[in-house]
């Protein structure tokens, strides 16, 4: 990948999502997995700067070859519904928004081939 920009990860979030890594061990998403978290910065929820995608955000984020944008909530597997835009991080395109913050933008592989995401805004879910 040619663009990793920096990121930050909750350590809430980091400990599920290690689990995640383990439990799908092998899969190409789990390993794309580990090595985002194993490059961010990992500070608690209180401390992760507002407009960084944590885990169960809001996202807009746009396709900067096609322009298009789209909006997500960034869930773990089992609260994954993709028809109500509730997209897992075990997806492509869960697992390259992880991290970001607004206006960062990465270069990722997704099914479809190579694609460059830009952050617009990123809204948390009031804790649970």
């Known amino acids: 990948m040619s663009s990793t920009p920096p990121i930050t990860v909750a350590t809430?979030?980091?400990q599920e999502l290690q689990k995640l890594v383990e439990r799908h061990s092998g899969s190409e998403v789990a390993e794309l997995l580990e090595v985002e978290l194993d490059r961010a910065k990992?500070?608690?929820?209180?401390?992760?700067?507002?407009?960084?995608?944590?885990?169960n955000s809001d996202v807009e984020?746009?396709?900067?070859?096609?322009?298009?944008?789209?909006?997500l909530r960034l869930v773990f597997p089992s609260d994954a519904d993709p028809e109500?835009?509730?997209?897992?991080?075990?997806?492509?395109?869960g697992c390259a928004l992880l991290g970001l913050t607004?206006?960062?933008?990465i270069d990722w592989q997704m099914p479809g081939g190579q694609r460059r995401l830009r952050v617009i805004s990123v809204t948390r879910a009031p804790a649970q």
């Open 12 to 14: 809430e979030d980091r």
């Open 42 to 55: 990992v500070v608690p929820l209180s401390e992760v700067p507002q407009g960084t995608v944590v885990m």
């Open 61 to 71: 984020y746009e396709d900067t070859s096609s322009h298009q944008r789209r909006q």
């Open 84 to 93: 109500a835009g509730r997209i897992s991080v075990m997806a492509p395109l």
């Open 102 to 105: 607004v206006g960062q933008e």
